[in-house]
């Protein structure tokens, strides 16, 4: 269990994202996901071409896809990643009144968004075939507030749920934080449900024997905020904390496990100022990698990201003023975490990347 200062204020968000601050004074690169990089070296690897459109082509069978929630905008942008970086390739849009947030692909190519719902509208996970504009599959039985999806390789649908849409109960004393909702393949119906951690589920994964596992965050009344990584086996409802180290005061959110088992996952300190992906290889529970970005003044964070082989797909935050940095796609390196491609912020299709996943295609 990791645990880290209290942080006034510090909620796990669903609905409201945030918004991001501008750099510190004197701390002005223009990719801030990578401090190192300068503003012309960050300007050369933005070299989308084309502006987003709200289409879709279904002969883009052979090349990578990178798939991203945009809360803001309602829409899942497409982009191509190909020899000159990311192409816009089209959007998917979503219902009214919905907030995308975590995102996965299957086996089949099939991608699964997570949605919670401003209003009246209805939380629920959607399928999209792979080349479609709308959904052949709507997953709404028992969720209340989906904030991440998983698929195993039997078919098997984990939705993180949380118990309402401003999840409250992260708090101790305002009722449960939220579950995971088991599908069993091919069913929309809840096959079980898995409860009893303390506070709120932010991100699920599975890894190639089904194992199932999921991030959390408490915030007890006093003391220390509390967060972990618990691993259930297959079709197992109890699960076992991984007791996982991490200096400095962590919040886990975004998992991932890679082929050769390692577990993957994205870590932001309490006071959302220094922001990390941590690689836990062989069972170790203290890192044994780490991709550090962001810093003291730049407030920014993000949850999600998408692993594939040794790329890594997750936010870069492009500086378009003094006071305002854009989330867009970007793809790095795994583990080394060196920056590869980042999408133009100017032909992106919203201004904030939020739930990330990738299809390779065939």
């Given at each position: 269990m990791l645990r880290t200062r209290p942080f006034i204020g510090a909620a796990i968000l669903v609905v409201c994202v945030g918004a991001a601050r501008g750099p510190a004074?004197?701390?002005?690169?223009?990719?801030?996901?990578?401090?190192?990089?300068?503003?012309?070296?960050?300007?050369?690897?933005?070299n989308s071409?084309?502006?987003?459109?709200?289409?879709?082509?279904?002969?883009?069978?052979?090349?990578?896809?990178?798939?991203?929630?945009?809360?803001?905008?309602?829409?899942?942008?497409?982009?191509?990643?190909?020899?000159?970086?990311?192409?816009?390739?089209?959007?998917?849009?979503?219902?009214?009144?919905?907030?995308?947030?975590?995102l996965t692909v299957d086996a089949s190519q099939n991608l699964y968004v997570a949605i919670s719902t401003l209003g009246s509208g209805t939380p629920s996970v959607e399928v999209f075939?792979?080349?479609?504009?709308?959904?052949?599959?709507?997953?709404?039985?028992?969720?209340?507030?989906p904030v991440d999806v998983a698929v195993d390789h039997y078919g098997t649908v984990y939705v993180a749920n949380l118990a309402s849409a401003?999840?409250?109960?992260?708090?101790?004393?305002?009722?449960?934080?939220g579950d995971v909702v088991e599908y069993a393949s091919g069913s929309t119906t809840p096959t079980r449900t898995?409860?009893?951690?303390?506070?709120?589920?932010?991100?699920?994964?599975?890894?190639?024997?089904?194992n199932l596992y999921l991030t959390y965050t408490y915030y007890p009344s006093s003391g220390f905020v509390e967060s972990d990584v618990i691993k259930y086996g297959y079709q197992s409802t109890k699960g076992k904390a991984l007791n996982l180290q991490v200096p400095g005061g962590p919040q886990l959110g975004g998992i991932a496990v890679t082929q050769s088992g390692d577990l993957v996952v994205e870590n932001v300190e309490d006071d959302a100022t220094l922001n990390q992906i941590l690689t836990f290889g062989g069972g170790s529970?203290?890192?044994?990698?780490?991709?550090?970005?962001?810093?003291?003044?730049?407030?920014?964070?993000?949850?999600?990201?998408?692993?594939?082989?040794?790329?890594?797909?997750?936010?870069a935050y492009v500086a378009q003023s003094l006071s305002f940095l854009v989330g867009t796609p970007a793809e790095f390196t795994y583990p080394s975490g060196r920056q590869l491609s980042v999408q133009d912020p100017a032909h992106a299709a919203g201004p904030w990347s939020y739930g990330f996943a990738v299809s390779p295609g065939t």
């Open positions: 004074p004197g701390l002005r690169p223009l990719c801030a996901f990578n401090l190192p990089l300068t503003p012309a070296m960050c300007a050369r690897l933005r071409t084309h502006a987003a459109s709200h289409s879709w082509n279904a002969s883009r069978s052979n090349e990578t896809l990178v798939y991203t929630s945009q809360p803001f905008s309602g829409i899942v942008a497409i982009s191509a990643l190909g020899p000159r970086g990311f192409k816009p390739a089209g959007t998917l849009v979503l219902p009214s009144q919905s907030v995308g947030l975590g075939p792979r080349g479609a504009t709308q959904p052949n599959k709507t997953y709404t039985d028992g969720l209340t507030a401003h999840g409250s109960g992260c708090k101790q004393g305002s009722g449960p934080g898995i409860s009893g951690f303390p506070g709120c589920p932010n991100a699920v994964a599975v890894d190639a024997k089904a529970k203290k890192p044994t990698s780490t991709i550090q970005y962001g810093g003291t003044g730049w407030g920014t964070a993000f949850k999600f990201f998408a692993l594939l082989e040794n790329r890594l797909y997750a936010p």
